[in-house]
């Protein structure tokens, strides 16, 4: 309900922001996963960040490709990837009322055809009644700064939370949001991406967050990327900007040590209870995962 609340407060600040038609910054619905005692969001960003340019903004060269998973192997490299299996350490459903339970299970997640299927299925398991993947590459593969990309290919639906992100490595169970985190991609089933930041803002002592949406045809395939370096995270997909924070102030210390990734698909949570009318199997597709530096 405090979700629900939230999300039509922001809804509504969406809409003030559209009609008043300013540069302001927007503002993503976007608690996040794996919190615990997530602390409410404030619509305020500290600090204020870059207003998004209005013009296509082409990515910078990538570098020098330090790691990848190209998926085209017959099982998932658990040299890199460990999986998060259940309902959350707290059975809170991560932090966010989630409603899937995650499992290792090739009918949820495998390698098909050059792509990392997650596929989340509707089916009484353990405690829940559906069913879907989450994997991650911490204490495994971690960078700090650099261009993160992964192509990938979403199902839409209302109560899929698809999402390609990362969580600074100090991350452990119970010190979300200190530890950071930067979504490079997610959705609430819809065509609308959101690229978001979130971490504990010092200077006022409270939760922050900041980002901005675009809208794609999200079930094709698209590259979603970031560009980090020491001053500022750059959101893009199919190359072409469309957020940008800077990162430089002390507040945001958040950024600047190493990330890992994770990739999941998971149902309801934040994405509401559409799910409920939805047909399963929804699946997720992810061509690679690149890192440069
Ligand atoms: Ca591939």
Known sequence: MKNRLFTIAVLLC???????????????????PTATSTPTPFDTPVPTPTPVTTEPVVSPPSGELVWSDEFDGATLNTADWTYDIGTGPY????????????????????LENGALVIEALKERYETKSYTSARIK???????????????????????????????????????WPYCGEIDIMETFGTDVVYGTVHWWAD??????????TTTTSVTDYHVYKVTWNDTSITWFIDDVQFSEIDITPPALSEFHQPYFILLNMAIGGASGNGFRKLTFPQT??????????
Do not use: C, H
Request: hydrophobic share 35%; glycine share 8%.
């Open 14 to 32: 969406f809409s003030m922001v559209i009609f008043a038609a300013k540069p302001t910054p927007k503002f993503s619905p976007t608690p996040k």
């Open 91 to 110: 059975n809170d459903g991560w932090g966010n009322n989630e409603v899937q339970y995650y499992t290792d299970r090739e009918e949820n997640v495998r």
């Open 203 to 212: 200077d006022v002592d409270r939760y922050a967050m900041y980002g901005n």
């Open 137 to 175: 590459t911490k204490d495994k593969q971690m960078w700090k700064y650099g261009t993160m990309e992964a192509r990938i290919k979403l199902p839409e639906g209302a109560g899929l939370w698809p999402a390609f992100w990362m969580l600074g490595s100090s991350f452990i169970d119970s010190n």
């Open 284 to 293: 997720m597709y992810v061509d690679y995962v690149r890192v440069y530096q």
